[in-house]
């Protein structure tokens, strides 16, 4: 049976903060809000699927993405298909940990990641949205259901 | 001291890496399952392998129960790094012979004392 959870906005708050602070240092911390309009880049996507369905995505500047990706890899130049790892790899933790808040069991799929905007299914309602800025620039971390349609 | 790191995700093998070989190992990668049971097969056998959970080929709980099969691997210490924290599945982990479970995000701090709890590493002595 599947539960109608959902992650509250300080609970996806925590976890996006514990992976920000663990893997891109604490000195340059995740601010809550947009400073300004975010022009997706990349963008990844995991899905929970078992007693709670859900999907977790993270959208990103290009220039973010490639900060993120040379802080991870320890490297001066990032690569395309490293920028695609790095931001599959923030989702599959952000989306691995929300999945633990959430009733279990379930399985977690593996990162989807995207040059532009992931796409999600018609019947996707987003019930949690995270507006957050790092080193500047914008990120937005949501969590989509299912919602049934009522008949 | 040989680490193999197991990982689809060559940021997170990077981070490993560094974090264990701040520690004094030497490191092996691979990117499923397969490709470290590959390594193994081949000889090069670790003294530790950290293992990711979810992985494209070969996940990580049937990379343990494959070692955990061969007794000329039984020597090998597995430790799970993975996003994977419901508790049924660490106890899944444990119970196919993983020694330690850390759940990702981690510090190096936190890895270095899993593996001083092992015996693998030093422990660290205060000033």
New interface residues.
Partial sequence: MTVLAEPTLSDVQMVVE??WS??LGAEEPLLPGMPGELATGWSAAVTVSGAWDGMISVEVPTEMAEEV?RR???VDEAADE?VA??V??LV??I???V??LMP???A???PVVAAGRVARSSDAVEVCRLDASWAGSPLLVSVHVHRPTQS | MYALIID?????R??LR?TVTDLGFETLEAGNGQEALDHLEAGRVPDLCLIDW???VMDGYTFITKVRANHAWRDITLMMV?????H??IVRALAAGAHEYV?????PDAIAEKLEMLGLVARAVPA
């Fill in positions: 514990e992976v663990s893997f990706t991870m890899l320890a490293d790892d790095a599959g790899e599959n933790m989306g691995g940990n999945k633990s279990g069991p379930s977690l799929s593996l | 689809d995700s060559r940021a997170m990077s981070i560094r979810n992985m494209p993975t996003t994977e924290s419901e049924g599945q759940i990702k995000p981690f510090t």
